[in-house]
């Protein structure tokens, strides 16, 4: 049977949260060929025109993002003895298998359509997985700091898993894009089944306080959101943030190889990158601790904002590409907190409605950020690659200056302006450790 998990709960055991956060290790390890292989893999290995490939990226995850309050809503009104959210993580995993292995290992001939369906499969299938997931472990606890405790070791997974798909094709001297995306898929498929199963068998999925009747639709989705101000802010610096992380990601290997002309170098860089990452969380989450999540989240942003700006100055320079590396420390760091906190902020703010409503839906809540992160990503292809056409650049020939230039001012000079501007948005947020302590104590006095 499943448990509530007491409001004021001590620290959950450590090996519980492990195995929590242990699906998230293999899930990742499909972000790195996803958002950075991908869109090479497709328009250079199988020959699919590069602003098509945007194109269909883009109107799959725009599609995604009218999937995700469904999604979220429906995990809310779930029930069933499994719980509420292990169902949906239990129905998605074979369906990610199959588009996986479609996407990855496309016949002789695929095409756009095919690209599209695949990728469909994969992305729709982990928003399945992925909502209830995140919704799961926001319901763990409802204390300030152990929500960040749990996102820190969940999120922490992530980029450890993005980490091992960045160092495995190194490791393993796998060079080429075909090779790097089959070796990853075939990895994640075989850690994915025996760390799902553990998590859904051991950790608990409690069930809600309070019964749910309201039906799921978009347009009560968003009002129950928009009347949310904490979240209208959070969702704001989500989305801005979203589109400034994906525009570096589906043109960093383009930079690589046209800007510092060591496209080798890809996988060493991205190694440094999310080492960064994962080394910067508890540094991150001590911060957090000692200060506020929302402070932490705004210096991590500013700071990737300016290491971004240093890329067209270092470009000349005989030191470039270990300048590049340094660069990627600190955009690195900041990608640790990009991660890590945002979520467990996200948890908070459902307080603010539950203390309003008495209901818990940290499905719908997760689902409309999501939406909000999700259609930040979903542009960047699609906007990055057709800016790059129409400027006449090539990914197989020499480019002038003006599409180079172009390239540097998608790949850090927009991401740059856009994460100071979503830092701004976070700066004095309204919901710090004290404002939590007080809804969950109106919560617990209405339960």
């Known amino acids: 049977?499943?448990?509530?998990?007491?409001?004021?709960?001590?620290?959950?055991?450590l090996r519980l949260l492990l195995i929590y956060a242990g699906p998230a290790l293999p899930l990742a390890m499909l972000g790195l060929p996803l958002l950075v292989i991908l869109p090479d893999f497709w328009a250079h290995d199988i020959g699919v025109r590069l602003a098509t490939v945007g194109y269909v990226l883009s109107a799959v995850r725009i599609f995604d993002v009218l999937i995700d309050p469904t999604i979220g809503r429906l995990s809310d009104l779930s029930r069933s003895r499994f719980g509420r959210r292990k169902p949906f993580i239990a129905c998605a995993i074979p369906i990610a298998g199959v588009g996986t292995i479609g996407l990855f290992f496309p016949p002789h001939g695929a095409g756009a359509i095919w690209l599209f369906i695949t990728y469909a499969l994969v992305t729709w299938s982990w928003t399945a997985l992925s909502l209830p997931y995140w919704a799961w472990g926001a319901e763990l606890s409802d204390n300030y700091d152990e929500r960040q405790r749990i996102t820190s070791l969940r999120e922490g997974g992530t980029i450890v898993g993005i980490l091992i798909s960045a160092a495995a094709p190194v490791a393993l001297s796998v060079t080429s894009n075909a090779g790097k995306v089959h070796l990853l898929a075939i990895i994640t498929l075989a850690m994915s089944v025996?760390?799902?199963?553990?998590?859904?068998?051991?950790?608990?999925?409690?069930?809600?306080?309070?019964?749910?009747?309201?039906?799921?639709?978009?347009?009560?989705?968003?009002?129950?959101?928009?009347?949310?101000?904490?979240?209208?802010?959070?969702?704001?610096?989500?989305?801005?943030?979203?589109?400034a992380n994906g525009l570096p990601a589906a043109l960093f290997l383009l930079v690589i190889a046209q800007v510092l002309?060591?496209?080798?170098?890809?996988?060493?860089?991205?190694?440094?990158?999310?080492?960064?990452?994962?080394?910067?969380?508890?540094?991150?989450?001590?911060?957090?601790?000692?200060?506020?999540?929302?402070?932490?989240?705004?210096?991590a942003m500013?700071?990737?904002?300016?290491?971004?700006?240093?890329?067209?100055?270092?470009?000349?320079?005989?030191?470039?590409?270990?300048?590049?590396?340094?660069?990627s420390v600190f955009t690195g760091?900041?990608?640790?907190?990009?991660?890590t906190i945002p979520p467990a902020i996200q948890a908070d703010v459902v307080d603010v409605d539950e203390a309003a409503s008495g209901e818990q839906r940290a499905g719908l809540y997760f689902a409309a950020a999501t939406m909000a992160q999700k259609a930040g990503n979903s542009l960047a292809p699609g906007i990055g690659f057709a800016v790059l056409q129409a400027f006449g650049f090539s990914t197989r020939g020499h480019n002038s200056a003006m599409a180079i230039g172009a390239l540097l001012v998608m790949y850090c000079v927009i991401p740059a302006t856009l994460k100071i501007i979503a830092a701004l948005l976070m700066w004095h947020f309204p919901l710090?450790?004290?404002?939590?302590a007080t809804l969950r104590a109106e919560i617990a006095l209405r339960a």
């Not at 809600?208 to 979240?231: D, E, G, K, Q």
């Not at 030191?319 to 590049?324: D, E, G, H, I, T």
């Not at 710090?432 to 939590?436: A, I, K, L, N, V």
């Open 1 to 13: 049977m499943n448990q509530l998990i007491a409001p004021a709960r001590a620290k959950l055991p």
């Open 194 to 243: 025996p760390l799902i199963m553990l998590a859904l068998r051991y950790v608990p999925d409690p069930l809600p306080r309070v019964s749910t009747a309201s039906a799921a639709n978009m347009r009560s989705t968003l009002r129950i959101v928009w009347a949310n101000r904490p979240f209208r802010r959070l969702i704001a610096a989500w989305a801005v943030n979203g589109l």
């Open 261 to 299: 002309h060591a496209a080798a170098a890809s996988g060493p860089i991205l190694l440094v990158y999310f080492a960064a990452a994962i080394l910067s969380v508890p540094l991150w989450q001590l911060l957090a601790r000692a200060r506020s999540k929302h402070l932490a989240w705004t210096i």
């Open 302 to 327: 500013a700071m990737s904002g300016i290491a971004f700006i240093f890329v067209p100055i270092i470009r000349h320079l005989p030191s470039a590409l270990v300048l590049f590396g340094v660069i």
């Open 333 to 339: 760091a900041g990608l640790g907190a990009d991660f």
């Open 432 to 436: 710090d450790r004290q404002h939590q």
